[in-house]
């Protein structure tokens, strides 16, 4: 079982374990290679974790001892839309386990019952398979691609987009509850 909470101080060799490691880097669209412990660790003390108008809420993603699996976040709040951005990071030994996937339902859960959104959206590489399964396994609608957008280690990628609303959240919760146990 995992947990959502506050990033801490303890978290920074996590963070900088999977901001550094080449394989995950391969699906970002920021350099992180150059981040010090330095940088994580203001990072995490500026971290909210409750909505504030144009900042981002980030939360570690812990296990049963509390240790650091990764972050999750929703990225330039807009209280008067009521949305953000969704953004996860795992560290390589939470991939493939479920991990992102009970992380993002805890998040959306926040993000719809505890803040009042509307819409929690995602953008991601159009060649990010293993992302964009683990979007449409959470129940993220696909909205469309700005292709060529982005030029990114020597060639040009597309951007895909996802969404989730309100109504879609609930009426996916209603769903899986009257599902019968297999």
Known sequence: ??????????????MLEWMQDSEIR???????DNKTKA???????NAEVAPIE???I????SDDNDEYLGTISLKDVNLTARNGEYAISLRRKAQGKGIGIEATNELLRRAFCEFG???????VLADNHRAIRLYEKCGFVYEGEFRNHLFLQGEFKGLKWY??????????QNTERERPAT
């Open 39 to 45: 940088d994580v660790l203001e990072f995490i003390r």
């Open 163 to 172: 969404s989730m609303l309100r109504e879609e959240y609930f009426i996916r």
């Open 117 to 123: 959104f509307q819409k929690v959206y995602l953008n």
């Open 26 to 32: 391969k699906s970002f669209r920021f350099c992180t």
């Open 58 to 61: 980030h939360y570690a993603v």
């Open 54 to 56: 144009g900042k981002s």
């Open 1 to 14: 079982m995992i947990r959502l909470r506050q990033l801490q101080e303890k978290d920074a060799e996590g």
